[in-house]
């Protein structure tokens, strides 16, 4: 396995979906001077008609592992209730979305749409809402999850949310930590820290490559490896000790598969120095064995990947800081995944 180790410091893409949480701490700032409950008089608009919408949090601090709803309402110039309107939401990586789990949904008769969102880290996150039409006009509500996370707790399964971004570690100087770019390598080479921008995964090991039946010439297939990037803004070292992660639907059935800790190895520069310091990271995922891939372990509970198409891959890193805290670092990708050719 030609797995390069590597330590990248230049400034590369930064991810759309990345979070984390340092316990005990935590915030983004998303807009300074947002409050749970936050409205403001932005307009939406279509072709015959101007009004309002606006986002009310039933909690103005959530425990972390809970829930609480939120209401949407859209009026029209008038001040009436725009009903069958649809209304989508997201969130940042730190706040699911549990309802609408699909993220949108229509307005009632009166103007309103109800749903229920999670705290999966604690710090301050921005939630968002739009109408299907006037797309560019949004409202941002920030949603303060307080507390440890649970013993035991592996967020809320099947819930939406998680494309805003943001959402980084915190310290009391307004540092973060941050998972800042995440790719995958699937052909037995990369960089730590430089994530190629092909994220297609092989997952079909072809027998034979030149097609001549009196000679073998197996497909080279390789385990695929998350690829990351991590920039540390505290004031104190992050060490990592572990990454976990999850995929849904991996064998066409819809099982969402869960990871056990992968202790991180000499392809992970687990230490993260202060003040700016920044190292990749290459963990291994997915395993090639019997001409196929798996997540976990092929030879007892791993499960073969046989659903072709794209999935995304939830990853969470864990460590701590030089005094102790705790530290949670969590960003998405989608890979495409399929029975690609690499015989040449």
Same mark, same amino acid.
């Given at each position: 396995?030609?797995?390069? #180790?590597?330590?990248?410091?230049?400034?590369?893409?930064?991810?759309?979906?990345?979070?984390?949480?340092?316990?005990?701490?935590?915030?983004?700032?998303?807009?300074? +001077?947002?409050?749970? &409950?936050?409205?403001?008089?932005?307009?939406?608009?279509?072709?015959?008609?101007?009004?309002?919408?606006?986002?009310?949090?039933?909690?103005?601090?959530?425990?972390?592992?809970?829930?609480?709803?939120?209401?949407?309402?859209?009026?029209?110039?008038?001040?009436?209730?725009?009903?069958?309107?649809? $209304?989508?939401?997201?969130?940042?990586?730190?706040?699911?979305?549990?309802?609408?789990?699909?993220?949108?949904?229509?307005?009632? *008769?009166?103007?309103?749409?109800?749903?229920?969102?999670?705290?999966?880290?604690?710090?301050?996150?921005?939630?968002?809402?739009?109408?299907?039409?006037?797309?560019?006009?949004? #409202?941002?509500?920030?949603?303060?999850?307080?507390?440890?996370?649970?013993?035991?707790?592996?967020?809320?399964?099947?819930?939406?949310?998680?494309?805003?971004? &943001? +959402?980084?570690?915190?310290?009391?100087?307004?540092?973060?930590?941050?998972?800042?770019?995440?790719?995958?390598?699937?052909?037995? !080479?990369?960089?730590?820290?430089?994530?190629? *921008?092909?994220?297609?995964?092989?997952?079909?090991?072809? *027998?034979?490559?030149?097609?001549?039946?009196?000679?073998?010439?197996?497909?080279?297939?390789?385990?695929?490896?998350?690829?990351?990037?991590?920039?540390?803004?505290?004031?104190?070292?992050?060490?990592?000790?572990?990454?976990?992660?999850?995929?849904?639907?991996?064998?066409?059935?819809?099982?969402?598969?869960?990871? #056990?800790?992968?202790?991180?190895?000499?392809?992970? *520069?687990?230490?993260?120095?202060?003040?700016?310091?920044?190292?990749?990271?290459?963990?291994?995922?997915?395993?090639?064995?019997? &001409?196929?891939?798996?997540?976990?372990?092929?030879?007892?509970?791993?499960?073969?990947?046989?659903?072709?198409?794209?999935?995304?891959?939830? $990853? !969470?890193?864990?460590?701590?800081?030089? !005094?102790?805290?705790?530290?949670?670092?969590?960003?998405?990708?989608?890979?495409?995944?399929?029975?690609?050719?690499?015989?040449?």
């Amino acid at each position: 396995m030609d797995i390069r #180790k590597g330590l990248c410091i230049s400034s590369l893409f930064v991810l759309p979906m990345l979070s984390g949480c340092l316990g005990g701490s935590g915030g983004t700032d998303g807009g300074s +001077g947002r409050e749970a &409950g936050y409205r403001d008089d932005v307009f939406v608009s279509d072709e015959t008609t101007t009004g309002s919408l606006r986002i009310e949090l039933k909690k103005s601090t959530i425990p972390v592992g809970e829930t609480a709803g939120f209401m949407v309402s859209v009026v029209d110039s008038q001040g009436r209730p725009v009903p069958n309107i649809n $209304v989508a939401c997201d969130s940042e990586l730190g706040v699911a979305l549990i309802e609408p789990t699909t993220g949108y949904e229509l307005t009632d *008769s009166g103007g309103h749409m109800s749903g229920r969102i999670g705290c999966e880290a604690p710090g301050s996150f921005e939630l968002v809402c739009r109408v299907s039409v006037g797309a560019n006009r949004r #409202k941002f509500a920030t949603v303060k999850c307080d507390g440890e996370i649970p013993a035991g707790f592996t967020g809320f399964p099947g819930a939406g949310g998680g494309g805003l971004g &943001g +959402g980084v570690a915190q310290d009391g100087d307004g540092g973060d930590a941050a998972i800042v770019a995440m790719g995958f390598e699937d052909g037995g !080479s990369g960089t730590a820290g430089s994530p190629t *921008s092909n994220a297609s995964v092989d997952i079909v090991q072809d *027998s034979d490559c030149d097609g001549v039946n009196t000679t073998t010439d197996p497909e080279r297939f390789f385990d695929t490896y998350v690829n990351l990037r991590v920039e540390n803004n505290l004031t104190e070292e992050i060490r990592f000790t572990y990454l976990t992660y999850s995929v849904r639907n991996v064998d066409g059935q819809g099982t969402l598969f869960q990871s #056990k800790q992968i202790g991180l190895t000499s392809n992970a *520069s687990s230490a993260v120095g202060s003040n700016g310091g920044s190292t990749g990271m290459l963990v291994p995922l997915f395993v090639a064995a019997l &001409g196929g891939k798996y997540v976990g372990d092929p030879s007892g509970v791993g499960i073969r990947i046989t659903q072709e198409g794209f999935r995304t891959v939830s $990853v !969470s890193l864990f460590g701590q800081t030089s !005094s102790g805290k705790r530290v949670e670092l969590k960003a998405r990708a989608t890979a495409s995944f399929g029975n690609y050719n690499r015989c040449g």
